[in-house]
């Protein structure tokens, strides 16, 4: 348990600034440009943030569910449980709708787009999946952070 709960911690904490930094600077950036440069930079920051994010969404799941089933102390498994649910919400989403929408962006040739791109232009859909996820991995670490209060001797 000492070593498992710094590294809930720390790794939701990565993947909840990973997804507020893009829901509150990334995509309103991306919701400006011109479709060929929001393919451009799409198709820039996707290796960057991948396999990053996806990585530090399971181990810190993992991490946390391993705390609830090691007999973690019974005052901290609520904060324990609303974290997994929360993060199983991430992955999910990020699986059906996120990751998706991004295959079908950075699959574009940014030279080349599609005539209807600006019909089916995938932005407010992305906006709206990524901050289901931001607000998902924000409450996670929070529910990481009260369980770390709860757990540490007073």
Sequence with gaps: MALLLPIA???G????????????????WMRRLSGAEYVRLHRFWSPRF??????????????DLAL????TA??????LTVAVAALTGVIIVSAARAAPL???????????LPDDFAARDPRAAWQ???????VLAVGAFAANTVAVGLLLPA
């Design 9 to 11: 911690l720390f790794t």
């Design 13 to 28: 904490g990565l993947v909840a600034g990973m997804l507020l930094w893009s829901a509150i600077g990334g995509v309103p």
């Design 50 to 63: 991948d396999p990053l994010g996806p990585i530090a969404v399971v181990v810190t799941a993992a991490a």
């Design 68 to 71: 609830l089933t090691a007999g």
């Design 74 to 79: 019974r005052e901290a498994r609520p904060a």
């Design 102 to 112: 991004k295959r079908r962006v950075t699959a574009l040739d940014p030279d080349r």
């Design 128 to 134: 709206r999946w990524n901050l289901i996820r931001t």
